[in-house]
Nanobody, 124 residues
Framework: GLLRESGGGSVPAGSSLTLSCVAS????????MAWFRQFPGKEREFVAA???????LYIDSVKGRFAVSKDSGKNTLHLQMRNLQPEDTAMYYC???????????????????WGQGSQVTVSS
């Protein structure tokens, strides 16, 4: 695939984890680079993204705890997660889309590319 993730795991509440996503060189031009997560039996939920202008976007429940960043030189997207809680337990997916992030944030667009997913499990 074009997006390869790493960094998930099982941790106790209050821990930190960093997810990484390497994008292949096939993705030409600017892309919204995003993280989604999926709880069991639920649809995927937008979590965070970096838009064309480098601005970072987050859902309210992760603001102040999660930080999204991009290393353009290495085509890598990161999601640093701090103070993880059991309700953060989910499969986390990297995503990329050749349009600005507003579409995938508002679920009016489906990202063009998805990673394979990385499980994050937080125990209480």
């Amino acid at each position: 695939g074009l997006l390869r993730e790493s960094g998930g795991g099982s941790v106790p509440a209050g821990s930190s984890l960093t997810l990484s996503c390497v994008a292949s060189g096939y993705m030409f031009g600017p892309h919204c680079m995003a993280w989604f997560r999926q709880f069991p039996g639920k649809e995927r939920e937008f979590v965070a993204a970096i838009d064309f202008d480098g601005s970072a976007l987050y859902i309210d429940s992760v603001k102040g705890r999660f930080a999204v960043s991009k290393d353009s030189g290495k085509n890598t997207l990161h999601l640093q997660m701090r103070n993880l809680q059991p309700e953060d337990t989910a499969m986390y997916y990297c995503a990329a889309d050749p349009y600005r992030c507003v579409g995938i944030m508002r679920y009016t667009r489906e990202p063009q590319y998805w990673g394979q997913g990385s499980q994050v499990t937080v125990s209480s």
